[in-house]
Structures are given as structure tokens and as C-alpha cells.
């Protein structure tokens, strides 16, 4: 049955409705999961030579720069970012993530087994076919690229679930990828729920590979569906709770420090899983850095994401807001001191601006200390040795990214590895180009790195051949 049901998309800047969207209703994931798989079936993609495949992408690629404008307005009016941070990061990082799968696909090769001189032994990577990814409204086309990048460059036939609130780059892209001459059904946008939409395809037994980015929580529920159905492969990329450690010669950064402490902690209105939103100072800089990152925090602008001149536009929907300001309102009662920030900015009726807050002398017990905000939200411990901030880094359930500021090299390479994390960054906070394989450990995530030629392993499965002459 068609279902009646839409998706209203809102501004978070102002509530104001952008669009009717229906929601893909769980009989018509069937549809499209059975489709797409005569579609691969059929070998128009699958079988096309590698160079080809290369080709459309790379087209796809050049009318993403076309529309670069179109796509930066899209996210930043879905999902409230700010439009210089989409126009500057998030689109330009989505094309390049496109142009380098493209260009990296058929620069790989198999290996062959040590046998015996009547032997041939070697494995290829096939795809997997019919394969979903389930996305989250904070990067909704970068996030859309890291997946299709890869999953098409292999050959599957893929489907994508935007997130309910942000569904129209991702729409837009579907429509660039066939003026780019990707065979029709080769790529689906499926816009819905999560609860109906995204809920069916983690349970379709036609879907081999589901990747998701999103929270723990929605992470649990898909590898449940996915173990109760055909034990499709699944990639999760989830929360984070991620440590920023000064050790004590930080300063030596110089204003490096505080503007890399200030975007990671509050790039997107800190609504990022790789947030840097735990900051762990050495007791020697405590007060100075609280001192400094707190005016650095006061002097961003929150303001109307579309205003070019915003750093920080509102979070996305009230039930954010309020979660957010619950949680500071709890670190408060656990005995915090608000530094700076802790109270919403009226910027525009109808949306929710928080401004940049950043929270100090926290007991250790403090439940701000150990759970995703999603916000923009810092808080700062101290601590005297290096093992006491290895140990207050890691400890929390997530595993994601993290940082080292310091120009001692025993101390760095000793934090960078103490910490239980997918990433650690020293003397800068960053996730790296291209090249860099991203992906969560513990809580955070499992089932193959995104981004590098790791992400053509977690879109396609090996095969051994051995062959006896
Ligand atoms: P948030 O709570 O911020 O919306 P989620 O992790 O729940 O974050 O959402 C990320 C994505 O997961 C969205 O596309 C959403 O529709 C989808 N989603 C939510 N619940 C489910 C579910 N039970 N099964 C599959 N996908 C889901």
C-alpha cells in the first residue's frame, strides 16, 4: 500500500516549512530492493568496465561543482548550517570525496597466494549487489558522498535513506547522478522515517550491506534487524564523545590552540560525532586556556545560518534544543560553573540558538562527562600526569576521534596510542583528507573504515579462487 503519509521539511533557522516530501512507505522498499537487484543483475553497472564507472562519477563530480551553490543552500536551509561552512567545507568535501573514489577504483589490484607451482591461487572483491545507506541530517551530502562514492565505484546498485529532515541535497544528487549518465535504478533516494523507511531496509533480505551514520542508539536497533534477517554486513558510524588533550607546553600553538579547540568543539553547533567536546588541560594552563577558549567561545556569531557572516546557526529541531539546555542545566546541578555560554541567543522566531557554552570544575561523577551532547557544548577537566589524561580520555564508551596538543614527541606518540580511539589528531584537530581512513572503535562503531581504499573493502566481499592445473 502507497502510503499518504509526508515528511514537512522545515528551516531550523526560523521553522518555516521548505517542502512536502512523501515518506517511502515499507511496501515500497520491497518494491525498489527487488528492482535493484534485476537492475545489478542485468550488468549495466556491475559489468560495465571499471573506466566507465569511473567516468560517470567523475561527471557526477563536475555537475556537483555546477550546482555547488544549489547543494550548499539545500543543507544549510535542512539542517540549519551555517552557509559558509557548507559552501566552504561540506559541499567542496563531498565533490572531492566523489573525484577521489572515482579516480582510486580501478587503481587496485588482487593478490595471489604463495601455493604450489600446479596452483593459482588468488582473491578478487565482487559487490555485494543490493546495497542501503541510512544517513544523519548533520553532513546530508557529504555524508551521502563518503557512501555512494565507494559503494557505486564497486558496482552495486545503492540505495539511500536520507534523514527525515533533510532529504533535498540528497534528492538533488539522485538527479545528478543520471544527468551523469548512471544507468536508472542504479541509485535510489528512498526519503522516509527512520522508524518505517530506514526500519525496512535495515530488515530487507534483498540488502547485503547496510552503512549507517547516526546515533548508538538507531546504530543498536539496525545490526538488530539486520542479525534477526539475512545477517546483511553492517557498517556503523556512531557517537562520540571525543577528548581534546593539553598537555603542558599547549600554548606553544599559539591562537593554532584556541581556534582548533573552538571548530571542533562547535563546527555545526558542535551537532558533529566527531566533536572535540572534551577538553582535558594540564592543571599548569588550566585557568588560561578556560580563560581563552571562553572569549574565543563569546565572540563567535551565532546567527541566521543563511547570513554568510554566522559561525554558529541555530541546532536543528526544539526537541535538540531542549535536550541540550536539559543537559546543562544538569551539569549545573552536578555542581559545574558555566564559563561562558548556557542560555539560548533570540536570533529568529521559530528557531533555537544556543549560544557556545563552555563548562569547568565538573566532579568527575558529572553525567555532561559521559554523554553525547550534540550541541554546542565543551566542557574542561584538568589533570597532572599523562596517565591520568590518557585515563580521563578514555573514559567513556565512545571511541572516535581525538587530539594531543603537544610539541614533546614522547608525550604525543604516548597519548596518541593510550587513547582508545579510530583517530587521534596531534597538534591540530582533524579527520585528515581523503587519504585517511575514518571509522569509530568501541561504541562508536565497527565494520570498516569510510573514506581511503579501505572504503571499497566495506562495500564489496572477497573472494578466494584457487585453481589446480
Ligand atoms: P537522530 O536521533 O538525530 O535523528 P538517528 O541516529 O536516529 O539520529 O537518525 C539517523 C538516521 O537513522 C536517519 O536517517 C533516521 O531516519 C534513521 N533511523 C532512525 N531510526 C531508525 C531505525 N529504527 N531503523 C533504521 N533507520 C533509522
Not at 64 to 70: I, P, V, Y
Not at 359 to 382: D, H, W
Not at 401 to 411: E, G, H, L, N, Y
Request: aromatic share 6%; charged share 20%; net charge negative.
Amino acid at each position: 500500500m502507497p502510503t499518504t503519509d509526508t515528511l514537512v521539511i522545515r528551516n531550523p533557522a526560523d521553522g518555516a516549512e521548505l517542502a512536502r516530501i512523501p515518506v517511502t512507505a515499507a511496501s515500497e522498499v520491497a518494491w525498489h530492493t527487488a528492482d535493484a537487484l534485476e537492475v545489478h543483475r542485468s550488468g549495466v553497472w556491475s559489468s560495465a568496465p571499471p573506466r566507465a564507472r569511473a567516468a560517470a562519477l567523475l561527471r557526477l563530480a563536475d555537475l556537483m561543482q555546477r550546482d555547488a551553490e544549489t547543494l550548499a543552500r539545500l543543507d544549510s536551509e535542512d539542517a540549519g548550517k551555517p552557509i559558509t561552512e557548507c559552501r566552504e567545507n561540506d559541499v567542496p568535501g563531498a565533490i572531492e570525496s566523489i573525484r577521489w573514489f572515482a579516480e582510486a577504483l580501478d587503481k587496485q589490484y588482487g593478490r595471489v597466494s604463495t601455493t604450489s607451482s600446479d596452483v593459482l591461487a588468488f582473491t578478487e572483491r565482487e559487490p555485494f549487489g543490493v546495497v542501503a545507506a541510512i544517513l544523519p541530517w548533520n553532513y546530508p551530502l557529504a555524508m551521502a558522498c563518503w557512501k555512494l562514492g565507494p559503494a557505486l565505484a564497486v558496482g552495486n546498485a545503492l540505495i539511500l535513506k536520507p534523514a527525515d529532515a533533510t532529504p533535498r541535497s540528497t534528492l538533488h544528487l539522485a538527479a545528478l547522478a543520471e544527468e551523469a549518465g548512471i544507468p536508472p535504478g542504479v541509485l535510489r533516494v528512498l526519503p522516509g522515517t527512520g522508524a518505517e523507511t530506514g526500519a525496512a531496509l535495515a530488515a530487507d533480505p534483498i540488502v547485503e550491506a547496510i552503512s549507517f551514520t547516526g546515533s548508538t542508539t538507531t546504530g543498536r536497533k539496525i545490526l538488530t534487524a539486520a542479525a534477526a534477517t539475512n545477517l546483511k554486513r553492517v557498517s556503523l558510524e556512531l557517537g562520540g564523545k571525543s577528548p581534546q588533550v593539553l598537555m603542558a607546553d599547549a600554548l606553544a600553538f599559539g591562537d593554532h590552540l584556541i581556534d582548533g579547540l573552538i571548530e571542533a568543539a562547535f563546527l555545526t553547533a558542535g551537532q558533529n560525532c566527531t566533536a572535540g567536546s572534551r577538553i582535558l588541560v594540564h592543571e599548569s594552563i588550566h585557568d588560561e586556556i578556560v580563560d581563552r577558549l571562553s572569549r574565543a567561545a563569546a565572540e563567535l556569531t551565532v546567527g541566521d545560518p543563511s547570513d554568510a557572516a554566522t559561525q554558529i546557526g541555530p541546532v536543528i529541531d526544539a526537541v535538540a534544543a531542549d535536550r541540550i539546555l536539559g543537559a546543562i542545566d544538569t551539569a549545573v546541578a552536578d555542581g559545574a560553573r558555566i564559563a561562558t555560554g548556557g542560555v539560548e541567543v533570540p536570533v529568529v522566531q521559530g528557531g533555537r540558538y544556543i549560544a557556545p557554552t563552555v563548562l569547568t570544575e565538573l566532579p568527575a561523577n558529572a553525567e555532561v562527562l559521559r554523554t553525547e551532547i550534540f550541541g554546542p557544548v565543551v566542557t574542561v577537566q584538568r589533570f597532572g600526569t599523562r596517565d591520568e589524561a590518557i585515563a580521563l580520555a578514555n573514559a567513556v564508551d565512545y571511541g572516535l576521534a581525538a587530539s594531543v596538543w603537544t610539541k614533546d614527541i614522547d608525550d604525543a606518540l604516548a597519548v596518541a596510542r593510550g587513547i582508545r580511539a579510530g583517530l587521534v589528531s596531534v597538534g591540530t584537530y582533524s579527520e585528515g583528507d581523503m587519504t585517511v581512513p575514518f571509522g569509530g572503535w568501541r561504541q562508536s562503531g565497527f565494520g570498516g573504515a569510510e573514506k581511503s581504499l579501505q572504503a571499497f573493502a566495506q562495500w564489496s566481499r572477497e573472494k578466494a579462487i584457487w585453481v589446480q592445473s
